[in-house]
């Protein structure tokens, strides 16, 4: 059945003024600084039009033109430069125009361009930039620039040298297009052409864009265009980006279920997961003392996770979606998430499991339309039970978990031979990462405060502290310890600490006690007693990652973050030397919902005073709706940090 399809007559004007219209019209009629006051640089158009070959070999041309709004924008702008990685695309900067406010027009000698190393920080593939330079503009100068580029952005096996080029999902094609901008954009144009026979699903997520289909010859022009787009405003620890922002999606394949088949197939086709006798020895080893599923499971990823060192330095076959060989893995004993989930693969295949691959997005949502919205690479294992769980070698060095719970509410795709859909990471339940810090403490008559706290933690929250241990030199633990101390009460003293074995995480949570002396640490007059209970006071707030939060804004227009769900309770004794009156400082003992709650209780026996608090935070990523009360306890928490207690001794 042939479908009718047509170019809205305000689209074909448009793209006929663009392609039309006098460069220097346009950048005249732009505006200037004073339309734009909160911006550097203004971008007038950003056209892409792309040609998807049979292979899905892509063919992309952009043209975009900036204007110079400050001095800022000018230096911004001094040096064009683009970032590719050689092995699966190839870049040209085409031509650079400067146009001046003076009315004259430069052409840059693009023969001057410099292809180069880019700088790598623990991942050393060979990513290449592109970069010429443009010289000396003013506010009010524009540039043009010119770009063709062919290829994609992960590299798989070739034959020859268009073949490196066609996406590894042979003959499919898909596109991730953000139609947001950091500097205000006039007009976002993106069209691609598609072979017809080839089933395009495409959506314009978070705004709207005028659309069209075009049949040209044997081919489907796919076109979108959005104007005025203007910097989003963005909030603290906001969801990413590309959760709340206009973007485009669109792909040939037909659906995830066709990804996962295809991700597995093309790792056992490639033998990624193949073992040695050298591999059999290790695992043998690791598991000999093992009780029980589980227990190997444990072993296994945690010998990965801490042993094979994170650090991408091989190259040749198997980088992107193809996962290196277990051999490889084992002898470099160091690579990607992707080669650290694949050594963990080949392990416990090797112990006798059945375990595949998986492909993840850390920090933002993966929408439904099957365009490659990945990042990260985990394993998964099926139990006896027939049950599937998710392993992440490459997030749990030193850390109890199997999977990182600062990875729930996060999507994921297996590759596994019956195929799989979308799906997401559940929510870790509060009391799995349990933050507890109870003390007993002596306020003596000279204000200093003796005394000890025990902190325990589990999960997530066992990590932040464990951290201080396992990222420092052995020689530093102690110090760490103290420097948590002393950002709470400078002057503090610590006269003796016992944190455990922090390297044996897997056989108990962190235990850390510690007793100290904290000269003139409260103040006492023949009056008053003013002191704030230690325990109270933000003490180890790594640990307590939603304390970093402003609570002020009254409301979020976007989703928010947090480092994983967590569940704090925080009490202390104090020994005081006189008896008295407690002044009630202004607090709600109870507040929240159930996404986020606050209890806390403050009490004067004779001379015992007491406090307690417990806040109940239920997940990661949270709703603009969730702010009020998850800002409530926040403020709730720091008012038992920030409020000193005062005891009347008048009475």
Request: proline share 5%; net charge negative; charged share 25%.
């Given at each position: 059945?042939?479908?009718?399809?047509?170019?809205?007559?305000?689209?074909?004007?448009?793209?006929?003024?663009?392609?039309?219209?006098?460069?220097?019209?346009?950048?005249?009629?732009?505006?200037?600084?004073?339309?734009?006051?909160?911006?550097?640089?203004?971008?007038?158009?950003?056209?892409?039009?792309?040609?998807?070959?049979?292979?899905?070999?892509?063919?992309?041309?952009?043209?975009?033109?900036?204007?110079?709004?400050?001095?800022?924008?000018?230096?911004k702008l001094n040096v064009i430069k683009f970032g590719y990685d050689p092995l699966s695309a190839y870049i040209d900067i085409v031509g650079v125009t400067i146009y001046r406010k003076d009315g004259s027009i430069e052409e840059v000698d693009v023969s001057e361009v410099l292809d180069y190393p880019a700088p790598a920080r623990m991942i050393y593939w060979g990513a290449s930039e592109k970069m010429v330079e443009v010289g000396r503009l003013e506010p009010g100068d524009a540039v043009e620039v010119f770009l063709f580029k062919k290829g994609y952005t992960y590299a798989l096996l070739y034959d020859n040298e268009d073949e490196q080029y066609i996406p590894p999902m042979r003959g499919h094609y898909y596109d991730i297009v953000p139609f947001w901008s950091s500097d205000p954009l006039l007009l976002k144009y993106y069209s691609v052409s598609v072979?017809?026979?080839?089933?395009?699903?495409?959506?314009?997520?978070?705004?709207?864009?005028?659309?069209?289909?075009?049949?040209?010859?044997?081919?489907?022009?796919?076109?979108?265009?959005?104007?005025?787009?203007?910097?989003?405003?963005?909030?603290?620890?906001?969801?990413?980006?590309?959760?709340?922002?206009?973007?485009?999606?669109?792909?040939?394949?037909?659906?995830?279920?066709?990804?996962?088949?295809?991700?597995?197939?093309?790792?056992?086709?490639?033998?990624?997961?193949?073992?040695?006798?050298?591999?059999?020895?290790?695992?043998?080893?690791?598991?000999?003392?093992?009780?029980d599923e589980m227990d190997s499971i444990t072993l296994l990823t945690h010998w990965v996770a801490d042993e094979i060192r994170y650090s991408g330095i091989s190259m040749g076959p198997g980088e992107g979606y193809t996962l290196h060989s277990g051999e490889m893995n084992f002898t470099d004993r160091c690579g990607v998430c992707k080669d650290k989930a694949g050594m963990l693969i080949t392990m416990l295949r090797a112990a006798g499991f059945e375990s595949y691959p998986a492909m993840t997005m850390a920090g933002s949502r993966i929408d439904y339309i099957p365009a490659d919205q990945f990042n990260h690479s985990v394993t998964i294992v099926k139990l006896r039970s027939g049950e599937y769980k998710l392993l992440d070698p490459t997030w749990v060095p030193f850390l109890r978990e199997l999977w990182s719970?600062?990875?729930?509410?996060?999507?994921?795709?297996?590759?596994?031979?019956?195929?799989?859909?979308?799906?997401?990471?559940?929510?870790?339940?509060?009391?799995?990462?349990?933050?507890?810090?109870?003390?007993?403490?002596?306020?003596?008559?000279?204000?200093?405060?003796?005394?000890?706290?025990?902190?325990?933690?589990?999960?997530?929250?066992?990590?932040?502290?464990?951290?201080?241990?396992?990222?420092?030199?052995?020689?530093?633990?102690?110090?760490?310890?103290?420097?948590?101390?002393?950002?709470?009460?400078?002057?503090?003293?610590?006269?003796?600490?016992?944190?455990?074995?922090?390297?044996?995480?897997?056989?108990?949570?962190?235990?850390?006690?510690?007793?100290?002396?904290?000269?003139?640490?409260?103040?006492?007059?023949?009056?008053?007693?003013?002191?704030?209970?230690?325990?109270?006071?933000?003490?180890?707030?790594?640990?307590?990652?939603?304390?970093?939060?402003?609570?002020?804004?009254?409301?979020?227009?976007?989703?928010?973050?947090?480092?994983?769900?967590?569940?704090?309770e925080l009490s202390e004794t104090v020994k005081l030397p006189a008896k008295g009156k407690l002044i009630p400082i202004e607090f709600e003992e109870k507040v929240g919902d159930e996404t986020s709650s606050f209890e806390g209780t403050m009490d004067l026996n004779g001379t015992n005073f007491s406090f307690s608090e417990k806040v109940i935070l239920s997940k990661r990523v949270y709703e603009a709706k969730d702010w009020p009360s998850f800002s409530k306890v926040v403020e709730s928490q720091k008012k038992f940090a920030e409020t000193p207690i005062i005891i009347d001794l008048t009475n």
């Amino acid at each position: 059945m042939k479908a009718k399809y047509l170019l809205t007559i305000s689209m074909i004007l448009l793209v006929q003024f663009l392609l039309a219209s006098a460069i220097p019209e346009l950048i005249k009629n732009s505006g200037c600084s004073t339309d734009y006051p909160n911006s550097n640089l203004l971008v007038i158009f950003d056209s892409t039009d792309v040609n998807v070959q049979e292979s899905g070999l892509s063919y992309v041309n952009t043209h975009i033109l900036y204007k110079v709004l400050t001095t800022t924008g000018a230096k911004k702008l001094n040096v064009i430069k683009f970032g590719y990685d050689p092995l699966s695309a190839y870049i040209d900067i085409v031509g650079v125009t400067i146009y001046r406010k003076d009315g004259s027009i430069e052409e840059v000698d693009v023969s001057e361009v410099l292809d180069y190393p880019a700088p790598a920080r623990m991942i050393y593939w060979g990513a290449s930039e592109k970069m010429v330079e443009v010289g000396r503009l003013e506010p009010g100068d524009a540039v043009e620039v010119f770009l063709f580029k062919k290829g994609y952005t992960y590299a798989l096996l070739y034959d020859n040298e268009d073949e490196q080029y066609i996406p590894p999902m042979r003959g499919h094609y898909y596109d991730i297009v953000p139609f947001w901008s950091s500097d205000p954009l006039l007009l976002k144009y993106y069209s691609v052409s598609v072979p017809q026979e080839k089933l395009i699903q495409y959506r314009f997520y978070n705004g709207e864009a005028e659309s069209s289909v075009l049949l040209e010859n044997d081919k489907l022009r796919y076109t979108f265009i959005k104007k005025d787009i203007m910097p989003i405003k963005g909030e603290p620890r906001m969801v990413d980006m590309s959760d709340i922002a206009p973007k485009l999606l669109i792909s040939t394949s037909p659906n995830w279920e066709a990804k996962s088949l295809w991700f597995y197939g093309v790792n056992e086709d490639y033998g990624s997961f193949t073992s040695t006798p050298d591999i059999d020895k290790k695992v043998a080893d690791i598991v000999k003392d093992a009780v029980d599923e589980m227990d190997s499971i444990t072993l296994l990823t945690h010998w990965v996770a801490d042993e094979i060192r994170y650090s991408g330095i091989s190259m040749g076959p198997g980088e992107g979606y193809t996962l290196h060989s277990g051999e490889m893995n084992f002898t470099d004993r160091c690579g990607v998430c992707k080669d650290k989930a694949g050594m963990l693969i080949t392990m416990l295949r090797a112990a006798g499991f059945e375990s595949y691959p998986a492909m993840t997005m850390a920090g933002s949502r993966i929408d439904y339309i099957p365009a490659d919205q990945f990042n990260h690479s985990v394993t998964i294992v099926k139990l006896r039970s027939g049950e599937y769980k998710l392993l992440d070698p490459t997030w749990v060095p030193f850390l109890r978990e199997l999977w990182s719970s600062a990875e729930q509410q996060q999507n994921y795709l297996m590759g596994v031979p019956e195929g799989a859909d979308l799906m997401i990471t559940p929510i870790s339940e509060p009391e799995n990462h349990f933050f507890r810090i109870s003390g007993n403490s002596e306020i003596l008559k000279d204000g200093t405060l003796v005394g000890e706290f025990l902190l325990t933690a589990e999960g997530q929250s066992d990590a932040s502290i464990r951290r201080m241990f396992t990222s420092n030199y052995v020689s530093e633990w102690q110090s760490s310890v103290e420097k948590e101390l002393l950002r709470v009460a400078p002057q503090a003293e610590v006269i003796e600490m016992d944190f455990g074995k922090p390297y044996e995480y897997l056989a108990s949570n962190i235990h850390l006690k510690v007793s100290y002396r904290i000269p003139n640490y409260a103040i006492i007059t023949d009056e008053e007693i003013i002191f704030t209970p230690l325990v109270a006071a933000n003490l180890f707030k790594r640990g307590m990652s939603h304390m970093y939060f402003n609570a002020n804004p009254k409301k979020r227009n976007f989703g928010f973050r947090d480092r994983c769900s967590r569940l704090i309770e925080l009490s202390e004794t104090v020994k005081l030397p006189a008896k008295g009156k407690l002044i009630p400082i202004e607090f709600e003992e109870k507040v929240g919902d159930e996404t986020s709650s606050f209890e806390g209780t403050m009490d004067l026996n004779g001379t015992n005073f007491s406090f307690s608090e417990k806040v109940i935070l239920s997940k990661r990523v949270y709703e603009a709706k969730d702010w009020p009360s998850f800002s409530k306890v926040v403020e709730s928490q720091k008012k038992f940090a920030e409020t000193p207690i005062i005891i009347d001794l008048t009475n």
